[in-house]
C-alpha cells in the first residue's frame, strides 16, 4: 500500500483567532496585502471585523461573484500587481477561497493564461506569495485543501486544479465570523463538510491519515450540528463546527470525495442549486446506491456519529443504521432550518437529468467512488430509484 | 528493457483504441462526446511517449501536435505497472504516480476508453483484478490485436 499525505496549513483556530493576524502578516513579511472578499461580507462589515486587527495598509477588492470564474480571477491577478501588493488574505465562504487559490497559483506560478495550471498536480513550486484564508462558512474546508475549483463560463464547466502548493500558508477559523450565519446556511455548509468526511472515509483514495481527520470531523459535527441551531450564537459550537470543516477538507484533500460530489457539482452546474443543499438531497440516496460496496465502512462510521447505538447495534445491522441515523439528522434539519433534503424540490432536475448525468460522468471524482458508477446509475438516483 | 515494452504497450494501446473506435460503440460515443478534436498525450517521465489525435467523428491518428491533455507518468516502474495490466489508471490516480496537463474533466472519457481497450487487450484474469468494473467484451480479443497488428 502506498498513500500521499499533504496539510501544510497552520491553523488559528477559536476565539480571538484574528487577533493574531497582524503577528502572523509580519511573520509572512507582509507589508501591503490584498483582501480578497464577496460584496455582502463587505455590505455587513466582515470586512472591518479583520482589518481592526491589521495596523498595515492593505488594498481591498470585494466583487467577487457566488459563482466565480477564470475572468474574475485574471481581473484580481492584475489588480494584485497594479497595486503592488505582497499577500493575499481571503474572507469568505467557497467561490472567495478559491478565486483567491486561483490568484495565488497564476502569481505563484508568474502565468498569464489560465489554462497552463489546469489540472493534476502539474505544477512545480513557484515564487513565495503568502496566503491567507479566513473561512466564514463551515463547510467547504477550502482553507484546508489542495484544490480549486472555478467556473469557465464560455465552456460552462467547472475547471479543477489540484496542487500541493495551493493550500493556505495560515487559516483563521473566529467564531465571530460564523456566528451570525442564517441558520438554513449553517445546516447546509455543515451537511457539506459531513459529506466531504463520509466521502473520505468511505472512498477509494481513504488511507490511514485521511481515516483519522474524517472520523474526528465526523464525530465533531455529529456532535455540534443539533446544538447549533438551538444555540447558533454559542461561540464554542460555532468554533467546533468551523474546525470540522477544516478537517473534513484535510481529509478530502488527500483522499478525494466520491458520487454525491460528482453528482452535486453537476446538479449546481446545471440546477443551480446551492452545494450544500445538493449535497443534502444526495447524501442519503447516494449511500443507498453504494451500499452493496461500502456496508463495512458506513458501519463503521456509526461509531462516530453515536457510540453509544454503534455498540448497541448488531454487527450486520449497522450500515442499515448509519443510513437511518443520517436520513433523521437531515429530517431533523430540514423541520427546524428548511434545508431542502429531497431531490424533488428540484424543479428543473427531470428536463436536466440527461445533462447532469454527463455531467457528473466526467467529474473527477467518479474515479474514486470505489464503485464503479455508470451514467444508468446517476439517472437512477436522480430519478428516486434509492428514495427522495 | 522497461522502456521498450512500455513503448510497444503504448502503440498497442493507441492500435487497439483506433481499431475500437469503430468497432466498439461505447468507444465512439466517448470520443465523440468531445464534441471536437482533441490531442491526448501518454508520456513517461525520462522514457516513452505517444501523442493520440482524435479528429471529430473520424477516429485516431498519432501526431507531433500540441497536446490538450497531458498525462505524465512519474517514473518508467509505475508506467510499467499500469501498462502491463498490474495497476489500474485508477489506482495509478490515487497513488499519485502521474500528473495531468488540462482539463480534468474532458480527460475522464479517456480514461474510461483506456478500461474498455483493455478489457480487449488484457487477460480477463487480469482486468478482473485491476478494474472495479466487468465491461463486455463485443468482439473476440484476438481479432482486436491482429485489427490493430495491421492497422497504421
Known amino acids: 500500500m502506498y498513500f500521499e499525505f499533504m496539510n501544510k496549513t497552520k491553523l488559528c483556530a477559536g476565539e480571538n483567532a484574528l487577533t493574531q493576524l497582524q503577528y502572523e502578516c509580519d511573520q509572512y513579511h507582509i507589508k501591503h496585502p490584498l483582501i480578497l472578499t464577496d460584496s455582502t461580507l463587505y455590505q455587513l462589515k466582515y470586512v472591518a471585523k479583520i482589518t481592526k486587527h491589521l495596523s498595515i495598509p492593505y488594498q481591498l477588492y470585494t466583487d467577487i461573484p457566488v459563482d466565480s470564474s477564470i475572468h474574475v480571477v485574471k481581473d484580481i491577478y492584475h489588480f494584485y500587481q497594479q497595486h503592488q501588493c505582497d499577500g493575499i488574505i481571503a474572507l469568505g465562504g467557497g467561490s472567495v477561497l478559491d478565486t483567491a487559490k486561483g490568484v495565488f497559483l497564476m502569481l505563484s506560478q508568474e502565468c498569464d493564461s489560465f489554462d497552463e495550471i489546469l489540472g493534476f498536480e502539474v505544477m512545480k513550486k513557484g515564487k513565495n506569495i503568502p496566503f491567507f484564508a479566513i473561512p466564514t462558512t463551515s463547510g467547504t474546508g477550502s482553507e484546508a485543501t489542495s484544490v480549486a475549483v472555478i467556473h469557465h463560463p464560455q465552456k460552462n464547466v467547472k475547471l479543477e486544479i489540484i496542487s500541493q502548493y495551493i493550500q493556505s500558508d495560515v487559516a483563521f477559523l473566529d467564531p465571530c465570523l460564523t456566528i451570525h450565519l442564517p441558520l438554513r446556511v449553517t445546516s447546509a455548509t455543515a451537511v457539506d463538510a459531513l459529506v466531504h468526511a463520509i466521502e473520505a472515509y468511505t472512498c477509494s483514495g481513504k488511507n490511514i491519515m485521511s481515516d483519522i481527520y474524517a472520523s474526528t470531523a465526523i464525530s465533531l459535527i455529529s456532535q455540534n450540528i443539533l446544538k447549533v441551531i438551538e444555540k447558533p450564537k454559542d461561540k464554542e459550537i460555532r468554533s467546533n463546527l468551523a474546525l470540522a470543516s477544516y478537517i473534513a477538507g484535510g481529509a478530502f484533500s488527500n483522499s478525494m470525495v466520491g458520487i454525491v460530489h460528482a453528482i452535486g457539482h453537476a446538479l449546481g452546474a446545471v440546477c443551480h442549486i446551492p452545494h450544500g443543499e445538493a449535497m443534502s438531497m444526495l447524501l442519503i440516496p447516494c449511500m443507498k446506491f453504494n451500499l452493496d460496496t461500502n456496508a463495512s465502512l458506513y458501519g463503521e462510521i456509526l461509531l462516530y456519529l453515536d457510540k453509544e447505538k454503534y455498540l448497541s447495534t448488531k454487527p450486520e445491522d449497522l450500515a442499515d443504521v448509519t443510513i437511518s441515523y443520517l436520513s433523521n439528522l437531515l429530517k431533523i434539519l430540514h423541520s427546524q432550518t428548511k434545508l431542502p433534503i429531497s431531490l424533488n424540490e428540484v424543479l428543473s432536475l427531470k428536463e436536466n437529468m440527461d445533462e447532469i448525468a454527463e455531467k457528473a460522468l466526467n467529474d473527477g471524482a467518479l474515479l474514486v467512488n470505489e464503485k464503479y458508477v455508470y451514467k444508468k446509475d446517476i439517472i437512477d438516483i436522480l430519478g428516486g430509484k434509492y428514495g427522495y | ?152
Open chain 2, 1 to 152: 528493457m522497461k522502456k521498450i515494452i512500455i513503448w510497444i504497450i503504448l502503440q498497442f494501446l493507441y492500435r487497439g483504441m483506433k481499431v475500437l473506435y469503430h468497432d466498439d460503440k461505447r468507444i465512439r460515443h466517448e470520443l465523440d462526446g468531445w464534441n471536437q478534436d482533441k490531442i491526448i498525450k501518454l508520456k513517461v517521465l525520462n522514457g516513452p511517449s505517444i501523442s493520440i489525435k482524435y479528429t471529430y467523428l473520424h477516429g485516431l491518428s498519432q501526431t507531433k501536435q500540441k497536446p490538450d491533455i497531458e498525462i505524465i507518468f512519474k517514473s518508467v516502474d509505475t508506467a510499467f505497472f499500469v501498462f502491463m495490466g498490474m495497476m489500474s489508471v485508477k489506482q495509478a490516480y490515487l497513488e499519485h504516480r502521474f500528473i495531468l496537463k488540462g482539463d480534468i474533466f474532458e480527460s475522464m472519457r479517456f480514461v474510461r476508453c483506456v478500461d474498455l481497450v483493455e478489457t480487449y487487450l488484457f487477460p480477463s484474469l487480469m482486468t478482473k483484478r485491476i478494474l472495479n468494473h466487468h465491461e463486455k467484451k463485443y468482439h473476440f480479443s484476438l481479432l482486436i490485436y491482429l485489427k490493430a497488428i495491421f492497422t497504421f
